[in-house]
């Protein structure tokens, strides 16, 4: 389907892969977007990536680590990983900066000497960058060895931002055109920069070309940067996100890969896996009439509703699924199981391209008491979880592509911790009489 899923695998299978013995090629970073929690696997273009976070006990440095027994050379592993620091610095907020290689039998890390541990309790990635040019990798790492820089050293960090625009605009004058009609752009702290250099009689770009990349690539001709120079730095600091702003514009407008925040804009997951499925034709028909007869829509595979981290739910698992209205651009659709003793209706906005999931719309109708149940313990450990902030994700289930993806829900007007509380006074009551079946 359109998006790349990407799993993320926990617990007892990665501490399994841990354990054996084999090649190992590890990089310690240092980083600030916010590590997991606990050892995970990411698989990143068809290779497993160990992303291994701090140990209490030996005070360890986050790592990602590969094991060469994927049939990688050294060298490859190291590239690999490389080139997924900087999809992964592209998407986060922070840096990674590598500051230490290590290999041998077992992935093997350094000690963490600053002491500083920054975790994020729901770390996730939804969407990287892959499969790219030879060119729009080397511009994402040029950012990621920037955002590296920009608290160790400024002047190198600008450059490194630079040098995003010097790979598409090749000389001083086309460079200074380009930064020139892109300033309008700028938010926050880079506008403001903006406004001091103006206010300061200069032209923008021409401050940036001379006074900055020229100033830092060159000496013994004016202007130089001193590094002893006090006021130098303290310029370049406040340099550093106008620079930065403009390297992703770059990236964005001439390299053509997305920002996370335009992902997230555009929320085109949750509804390109279907519209893959539904073909061009059908779309274009369905949103420009509503003649289309519902029976265009077939749909003969099963999907299945889970969240994520693979967070299945029994009943919610192996529908087939059925169009029952087609309205003004929105398909509507039925999913039920075998037997039809359970059916949840699905929503699938393609004017918006939103997916709405009626979880309070639920039908249970079977007279085994038994089975009835059993899926209500699975709707209310389904509609708990979601309420908790959970990430709707729907999948076709014979080949496990992704059709559609919710970012996490956010409760509104609830109070959520008594609401938590009476879905699990309700699950441990089914389950009392669940279990007088055993």
């Known amino acids: 389907m359109s998006e790349e899923y990407i799993e993320h695998i926990k617990g007892e299978t990665v501490q399994v892969s841990l354990s054996r013995p084999g090649h190992w090629v590890v990089a310690n970073i240092e980083q600030s977007i916010g590590w997991p929690e606990e050892d995970i696997i990411i698989k990143y273009e068809g290779t497993d990536l160990f992303l291994l976070t701090y140990n209490d006990e030996h005070d360890f440095m986050p790592a990602v680590a590969i094991n060469l027994s994927d049939g990688l050379s050294n060298d490859e592993a190291r590239s690999k990983i490389t080139r997924f620091l900087s999809a ?59 955002d590296g820089l ?109 920002t996370d925040n335009t992902v997230y804009k555009e929320h085109l997951y949750e509804t390109s896996g279907f519209k893959d499925l539904f073909g061009n034709d059908i779309v274009s028909e369905i949103l420009s009439t509503d003649a289309i007869s519902r029976k265009r829509i077939k749909i003969d595979q099963k999907i299945s509703i889970h969240q994520w981290c693979d967070k299945r739910y029994g009943v919610f698992d192996l529908l087939s699924i059925k169009v029952t209205k087609i309205r003004n651009g929105v398909v509507f659709f039925s999913c039920f199981n075998d037997d039809m003793t ?6 699938v906005d393609l004017n918006e ?45 014979d080949d496990n592509n992704l059709l559609g993806r919710k970012d996490a829900n956010i409760p509104v007007n609830i109070d959520l911790g008594r609401t938590i509380d009476s879905f699990n006074a309700a699950i441990d009551q089914l389950q009392i009489k669940l279990d007088e079946y055993e």
């Not at 900066?97 to 077992?106: A, D, K, L």
């Not at 309008?184 to 401050?207: F, T």
């Not at 038994?370 to 990430?391: C, P, S, T």
């Open 150 to 258: 920009s608290h160790t050293h400024y002047g190198y960090s600008f450059l490194s931002y630079y040098k995003i625009i010097n790979l598409v605009k090749k000389n001083g004058e086309k460079q200074k055109r380009w930064i020139r009609n892109n300033l309008a752009n700028l938010k926050g702290d880079a506008e403001k920069r903006v406004i001091e250099i103006r206010n300061n009689g200069e032209n923008v770009e021409d401050y940036l070309y001379h006074s900055c990349r020229c100033a830092l690539a060159h000496a013994g001709v004016e202007p130089t940067v001193n590094p002893d120079d006090a006021n130098d730095s303290e310029r370049l600091y406040k340099d550093l996100p106008l620079i930065r702003q403009l390297a992703v514009q770059m990236i964005e407008s001439q390299f053509s890969i997305k």
């Open 88 to 146: 992964l610095n592209w998407v986060s907020s922070g840096s990674l900066r590598i500051t230490y290689w290590i290999g041998g039998g077992r992935p093997i890390r350094s000690s963490d000497t600053k002491g500083t541990k920054y975790t994020a309790k729901l770390f996730r990635i939804t969407y990287l960058p892959t499969n790219l040019t030879e060119e729009q990798q080397l511009a994402l790492a040029l950012l990621r060895e920037g």
């Open 353 to 397: 391209d939103r997916i709405y999931l009626e979880i309070e719309d639920a039908d249970i109708s079977t007279n085994d008491e038994k089975k009835e149940l059993e899926y209500r313990i699975d709707w209310n450990n389904f509609f708990r979880d979601f309420v908790g902030n959970g990430q709707l994700e729907i999948f076709l289930e």
């Open 342 to 347: 359970f059916k949840i209706p699905l929503i």
